[in-house]
């Protein structure tokens, strides 16, 4: 990368947890190892020999068990992954001034302070997490934080890549559109429907055209398909709440209606949990709806877990409150308990 340049690393731990409790216990060396709830828990993480069974981070642990009947599962021990997450936070600090952690297994380091070459700054990195923990950890390299995460994917576990500026757009082209930051299951089904698989299939699609798709979205998609991204890395980042929310071409008029287009918001909630948030304790639940005349309102009430029951109950009532207005938005999310207060890892309860 040229000098004066963004110099973007973004660090992610392989199977962070699962490592750890492998490494206190040498004896699962080469086992299917697992962490998560029993019964009707979901897996919080698993090791590389589990997942050639199909197994996967929040994967039922009924589900996990009947593809891998020998994995063994190991309760969560979050005081025990923070406390090594601090340690390997003393090492980005060695490294960068800016660095945004994302969640106890993965961070953002801006590097673009130092002469050295990134790539070499990255790899200095996790030797220095491997000398310290005995764990490994994947970088990718980039001039923005959208590129740097998709790097460091590229060659998990223990390894790094780099997407250097004169090699963005032909990577682009071929780069599926499930990668892109924000778009889940649904929103892919969406944008397959109009044909689109890559991001070089959505660079063809003009920004007035996906501002009618997809709302305020659009924009991020026609800029993240190019490989475009703004954002700083914010050393005080600290998410608050995570929600989403759909905005009508034809009102919403009665309670059933709004009860069947919350549904699939309740779902992408709950997905957008899982994969990004899921060491966040959750504080309470919200419903936010919007009528035809622009007026809001919003009901909440106290959840630990991303719960389908309680969020139909707010949707009601929330209607309630409208005497009857038709509704033109509905919006469903979850807060978080401040950082300072622990992460004890929220649950799901689904339908």
Not at 119 to 126: C, D, K, L, N, S
Not at 327 to 337: E, H, K, S
């Amino acid at each position: 990368m040229e000098e004066g340049r963004r110099k973007i690393i973004h660090i992610d731990m392989d199977c962070f947890y699962a490592a750890i409790e492998m490494r206190e216990r040498p004896e699962l060396k080469g086992l299917p190892v697992a962490v998560g709830g029993r019964k009707r828990g979901v897996l919080t993480t698993c090791n590389y020999e589990a997942r050639k069974y199909g197994c996967r981070s929040a994967m039922p642990t009924f589900q996990a068990l009947e593809r891998c009947p020998h994995l063994v599962l190991l309760p969560v021990r979050f005081e025990l992954y923070r406390q090594e997450s601090q340690r390997i936070r003393k090492i980005f600090a060695e490294f960068a001034d800016l660095v945004e952690p994302l969640s106890l297994d993965e961070a953002y380091l801006d590097v673009s302070h130092l002469r050295s070459n990134p790539e070499a700054v990255a790899a200095e990195i996790r030797d220095r997490i491997r000398e310290t923990t005995q764990l490994t950890a994947s970088a990718g390299i980039a001039a923005n934080k959208f590129l740097a995460k998709i790097a460091s994917d590229w060659r998990k576990p223990d390894g790094q890549f780099a997407i250097r500026e004169d090699e963005v757009e032909a990577f682009m082209k071929t780069l599926p559109i499930e990668k892109i930051w924000g778009v889940g299951q649904r929103t892919a089904e969406k944008i397959h429907r109009l044909g689109v698989r890559t991001c070089g299939d959505l660079q063809q699609m003009p920004l007035v055209e996906l501002d009618r798709h997809f709302g305020k979205f659009g924009r991020d998609l026609y800029e993240l398909s190019r490989g475009i991204d703004h954002r700083r890395v914010n050393p005080n980042r600290e998410r608050k709440s995570v929600s989403n929310e759909r905005t009508f071409f034809e009102d919403v008029t009665t309670s059933e209606q709004g009860l069947e287009k919350l549904t699939p918001l309740i779902e992408e909630l709950a997905e957008d949990y899982r994969d990004k948030h899921r060491d966040r304790r959750i504080r309470e639940g919200f419903v936010k709806l919007k009528f035809t005349d622009f007026s809001i309102t919003t009901a909440q009430r106290s959840m630990q877990e991303v719960d389908a029951t309680e969020l139909r109950k707010l949707l009601l009532e929330a209607w309630e409150r409208g005497g009857g207005r038709p509704v033109r938005l509905i919006g469903a999310g979850v807060r978080f308990v401040p950082l300072g207060e622990g992460e004890s890892g929220g649950q799901m309860r689904m339908f």
